[in-house]
């Protein structure tokens, strides 16, 4: 395939006209040459990014450059509806439908409402396009998703299934609202293409062509943006980010890769389209991190909380099982020097440099010589000089002769075998001892702890004081680790307050949030302090928003049931990856999980009981394997129980509880809202699903807080 000399990536956007300053969720554009992004351009409206496209597309055609233009959002709609719409399969009769009736003003106000009703009404019953800023308005058009039922045409494109995203180019509003960006990007495209007489893959062949269009999302190079967003700090708009690292990918892939990806296209996408690199993450993401090559990881998929058809309560085992199974690592990662990487994970296996000892030497203050000895008596003349540590021998001893070496000194030439300095007389001139002695005896072999390029610490260890003890005996100065995972907690509910604010009457102090990022920052995890939100929909949004930005998994308490204020649960819905574990487990129950912007939510019960022995038994693995420490089981002890309890089937239980003469102890009232239970208690009683009868004496499963790296 003949190389693309440049690549434009286009973040689209279907909101109103932005501000003059630069600003998130506008337009950026992206470009790149030979692997070098230059700086994005902002467009603060669709009309300005469409002449700023087509003024840039002439200029390389006249420079008799080849460009690839890959843009943000879907080409294509699921199979079947352009027909429905225009009577053709053919994309590009949709296409042509689409520029005819879409109107938009330089303010960004539109019609693509207006549109998305008269789509809906080709078809029998609600939907498929849904989701709008009232309910009132545009009756052809559902507010929620939900009643509408998917079968004259798919909800996601084979495309979107196979990329593991969570958008749906049916849906118009609420965040992520990928289906106003198709309606108001493809009538642009479709001016774009004619004006320029580009191709667009997959739907044509694109050999010749100097002008490409394809489709792209930036998702699949989400650890990259995350891991250059925790070095650009807060100020740095994401968006920005994303195109200039989405843009230095594709430009720097050799043409024989990217000829691969083009060519991985499936038939049906010919007519619904394909995602440029679906497949190929991990290799988008090294190229789009600040050092291509370096260590980046895949992106969660959106429904990689999903449980199998026909769960209904979940074991708490078979829900670590699936957690564990189904979440990896979330961070990039940096190389640090060993002064700064105690307490980090390792992102790749270490390997010495050198080996430890790096030459054989004396274990011993005493004399060496060349082999063994007999039993009997031995009388050996002794060499002019010494060995000691750092100061070498220069020369060779001789056979038959000895020398006067000190603990740790490199053996000279000529050396093998030591003898112990209180085992010998000497005169100065020569040295008399008894055997036997085996050859060998009181040295160190080179390597004999490590040897050179061997591994010495494995990817996923958490650094020790200990291990960089190793790694600087191996000669290693800096080592490569994951960047810190950053975990952000976040409170909801109208009835909280902080401590030490004046409490209304029905209001709380909020106990959670503290609880919480304590604890992660005991667990080696960096937290994030994202506040309180009240209960109110738009308001959350904003917060998770934010919070995906500068997150990497998002903890929050409160709103994760089915009620008119849980919100949490609701927006998780709305985004498409929201799934609500019901948990065989007391305290607890309720475990809403799922994604935002493409990072991990654990909705947690607003009881703080419930929110610790959740967040302890869940989330606290969790979180490891996406640190990239791996999954760590919690150590338990088996110890007589100092209570009575009697337990019914089907749940498991966790009771506060703290040893006392060897026995544990359990709080007086199992209530998950008496807090102070936690505090009194130094670990956690774990009974299993089955039935229990207890009695003191009887050996029960004792889980220190300790195991799970926190104090008590």
């Known amino acids: 395939m ?29 470009v790149a040459r030979g692997g070098i992004a230059e700086q994005p351009v902002y467009c603060r409206s669709r009309i300005e990014a469409e002449a700023w496209i087509s003024r840039f597309l002439a200029a390389e055609q006249a420079a008799g450059r080849r460009v690839l233009a890959a843009f943000d959002f879907p080409f294509g709609y699921p199979r079947g509806l352009a027909r429905r719409i225009t009577g053709s399969n053919d994309p590009f009769a949709l296409w042509a439908w689409l520029e005819e009736r879409i109107e938009d003003a330089e303010d960004g106000s539109n019609n693509r409402f207006g549109v998305a009703s008269e789509m809906n009404r080709q078809f029998a019953g609600a939907g498929p396009f849904w989701g709008k800023p009232d309910d009132a308005s545009w009756p052809d058009i559902p507010y929620r998703k939900s009643g509408i039922v998917y079968q004259d045409v798919a909800e996601r494109r084979s495309a979107d299934l196979a990329a593991k995203a969570a958008s749906s180019c049916f ?175 390792l992102a790749a296996d270490a390997a010495a440099k050198r080996s430890n000892p790096p030459l054989p030497n004396t274990a011993v203050d005493g004399y060496g010589f060349a082999g063994g000895r007999a039993a009997g008596p031995h009388v050996l003349p002794l060499v002019e000089g010494r060995a000691a540590a750092g100061v070498p021998f220069d020369g060779t001893v001789a056979e038959g002769n000895a020398i006067r070496v000190l603990t740790g000194a490199a053996l000279p030439e000529g050396v093998d075998t030591v ?217 338990a002890f088996e110890v007589p129980a100092a209570f009575e309890k009697r337990k019914k089937p089907g749940r498991r239980e966790y009771l506060r509880a703290r040893v006392r003469d060897g026995k544990a102890e359990v709080f007086k009232s199992e209530g998950s809202g008496r807090i102070s239970g936690l505090s009194w208690a130094e670990g956690l009683v774990e009974l299993g699903d089955g039935a229990a009868e207890i009695k003191p004496g009887d050996p029960v499963r004792f889980i220190p807080y300790g195991s799970f790296a926190m104090q008590a």
Not at 2 to 30: E, H, M, Q, Y
Not at 479 to 505: C, I, N, Q, W, Y
Not at 603 to 624: E, K, Q
């Open 419 to 635: 003898i112990l300095e209180e085992d010998v007389n000497t005169d100065g001139e020569q040295i008399a001892f008894n055997g036997p002695l085996k050859q060998g005896a009181n040295t160190r072999k080179a390597g004999e702890d490590v040897c050179a390029d061997e591994v010495i610490l494995p990817a996923g260890r958490v650094i020790s004081p200990a291990d960089l003890a190793l790694a600087s005996a191996t000669g290693l100065a800096e080592l490569t680790v994951r960047l810190p995972l950053r975990v952000g907690v976040l409170s909801t509910g109208d009835e909280l307050v902080e401590a030490g604010e004046p409490a209304g009457k029905g209001q709380i102090f909020d106990a959670n949030r503290p609880m919480l990022l304590a604890l992660i920052r005991q667990l080696g995890f960096v937290p994030v302090d994202l506040g309180k939100a009240a209960d109110d929909r738009e308001a959350l949004r904003r917060h998770l928003d934010s919070a995906a930005a500068k997150t990497d998994v998002i903890l929050t308490s409160g709103g994760a049931s089915a009620g008119d204020e849980d919100h949490m649960s609701a927006l998780l819905r709305e985004a498409g990856a929201m799934q609500e574990w019901r948990i065989a487990l007391k305290p607890g129950r309720p475990l809403a999980l799922g994604m935002w912007q493409g990072t991990p939510v654990f909705g947690l019960p607003g009881n703080p009981v419930a929110a610790l022995v959740c967040t302890l038994i869940f989330a606290r693995p969790a979180m490891g394997l996406m640190a990239g420490a791996g999954w760590q089981e919690p150590q």
């Open 171 to 345: 849906q118009l509003f609420f965040n992520p609202t990928v289906g106003s960006q198709v309606l108001m990007g493809l009538p642009v495209l479709q001016r774009l293409r004619l004006r320029h007489m580009a191709a667009v893959w997959p739907f044509q062949n694109i050999a010749d062509a100097q002008i490409v269009f394809a489709e792209i999302w930036p998702g699949l190079i989400e650890p990259a943006v995350k891991a250059a967003m925790a070095v650009a700090g807060r100020d740095e708009i994401r968006d920005r980010v994303q195109m200039r690292l989405l843009s230095q990918a594709l430009s720097h892939l050799p043409a024989q890769e990217l000829a691969a990806m083009l060519a991985a296209a499936p038939d049906e996408a010919q007519e619904e389209a394909w995602i440029l690199g679906t497949g190929y993450e991990n290799r988008l993401n090294a190229l789009a991190s600040e050092d291509p090559g370096g260590l980046t990881p895949p992106p969660l998929s959106n429904d990689c909380f999903a449980l199998p058809a026909g769960v209904d309560w979940t074991p708490v085992d078979d829900a670590l099982a699936l957690l564990r199974d189904r979440l990896g690592p979330v961070t990039g990662a940096e190389t640090v020097p060993l002064a700064d990487a105690l307490g980090r994970v």
């Open 2 to 30: 003949t190389p693309f000399d440049t690549v434009l990536a286009v973040d689209w956007s279907a909101a109103k006209r932005k501000p003059r300053r630069p600003s998130k969720d506008a337009i950026w554009l992206g």
